[in-house]
C-alpha cells in the first residue's frame, strides 16, 4: 500500500525525542507504521538561537534580573505582556451598521483548546447593551404550570454545571464557498471558541417552572436593541442546554451576554441568545425573523432549509497558517482544532499533498463532547512546496467533506454551514496562502 514516504511529497514524521516517557509511547503507537521512533535532537543546533557549546560561558544576566520587578498589583485585572500586543481580536470591516458587526478569534496565535475570555468572537446584532445585572430578569411563562420571573440572585441558588463547549457563528467560514478569500485563519474561521461555561441546567428551571407535556418548542429573547430571538427545540433544553452566568471562571462579560445568556452546545452560535431576558414555552416553532429570512440556507432547487441547529464537524491547521513563515526547514509541528457539534472527535488525518495521502494526527486531548480538540503532528519539511490539509471523523462517524461534496450537497446559494476542509498553500519561501486545492 503506498504511503506517504512513497511519494514525493514532503514527509510526515514521528514526533518524540523531547516528550515525556507516556507521551513518546504514545507517539510510537500513533506512528508504528513509520518504525523506531530516533532519539536525535529534533531541532539542529543552528536553529537554536545564540546557541554556544555546552563548556563555553554561563548565560549573560541581563537588565531585568539585576532589579526588583513591578510590584503585585501591578495590574489589578492581568494583562498579557506587552509583547503580545498584536493577539487581539479582529474584524472583517464592512459592517452594515456599527451595532451589527462581529470579531474574530486569533486562532493562530493560541495553543490548547480554551479561548482567553478576553479574544473570544464577539457577534452582536445590535451592538452591546450595557446591563444592570441588579434590574436584569428572565421571565418563564407560556405552557407553564407556575411561570415566574428570576432575579439574577435567584438563579445563582439554583445547582450550577461548569462545561467546556466549543461555540461557532454558522457564518463562520461562509467566505470560502467560491474563491479562497480570506487572508488568513483568524479571518476565516475566527468565529470560534471554546470556553468553560456555568449556570444552570435549562431543565432544573423548567421542572421549577412545571412545563406542560404537549410543550415542544421554547422562544429564547433577548434583551438587546434587536430583541434576538430564536426558537429551541424543548428536547434540546431537556438534553444539555444552560442558561449561563459565567464563563472561563469569571461572570460573563458584557459583549458575551452579561448577564445571562442561553448556550446550546453544538448549535449554531445565533441560538445562543445573549442577554436573555424570556422563555416563552409553546407547541409550534415562533417562526422569529432569525429563523426565516435569516440563518436558513437556500439550495439549488430554490427550497431552503430551515431550522439547521447544528454544527457539523469541521478542522483546520492553525500552525503553520497563513501569516506565519516557515524560517527553517526540517522538524515543525503542524497542529490545528477539530470540532463536532454531533458530540466528540474520533480522529484527525492531515495531509501535506493536497489531499493524496492522509496520516492520523494525535489528538492532544482531553477530548470533550462539542468541544474543540486540539491535534499536532510532528513533520520533516524537507523545503518544497506542500499543500497542508486536516479532515476529521467524529464519533457518529461523520466525515469532514471536501469543497467539492459539500457544493455538490448544499450548491452555492448557502451563505451559512460551510465546513469543507481547508487548504493551506506551502511554498518554498516557507510562506502560506489560503487556496482551493
Ligand atoms: N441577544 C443576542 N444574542 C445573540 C446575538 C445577538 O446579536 N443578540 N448574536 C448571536 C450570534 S449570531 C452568535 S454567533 C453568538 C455569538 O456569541 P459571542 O458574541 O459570545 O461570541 O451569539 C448569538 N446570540
Ligand atoms: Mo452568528
Redesign the pocket.
Known sequence: MPTPQDSQAPQLAPVAAAASAPRRAFFRRATAALGAVAATPLLAQAQVQNAVPAEAAPLAVPDWSRQPGEPVLWHPYGQPSEHERHVVRRSRGNAPFPGAA?SMTPLADLFGIITPTGL???????GIPQIDPDQHRLVIHGLAKRPRVFTMDDLLRFPSVSRIHF?????NTGTEWRTPTSANVQLSHG?L?CCEWTGVPLSVLLDEVGIAPEARWILAE???G???SRSIPVHKAFEDALVVYAQNGERLRP???YPL?LFLPGF?????????RRLKIGTEPFQTREETSKYTDSLPDGTARQFTFLMEAKSVITRPSPGQVLRQRGFHEISGLAWSGLGRVKRVDVSVDGGRSWREAPLQGPVLNRALTRFSLGWHWDGSPAVLQSRVIDETGYVQPTREQLIAARGLNSLYHYNAIQSWQLSADGSLKNVHA
Open positions: 462581529s473570544v468572537f464577539e457577534r452582536h446584532h445590535a461555540l461557532e457563528c454558522s457564518g468565529l471558541s433577548g434583551a438587546d434587536a430583541a434576538m459583549e458575551s451576554g445568556r449554531e452560535g445565533n441560538m445562543s441568545i445573549k442577554w436573555l
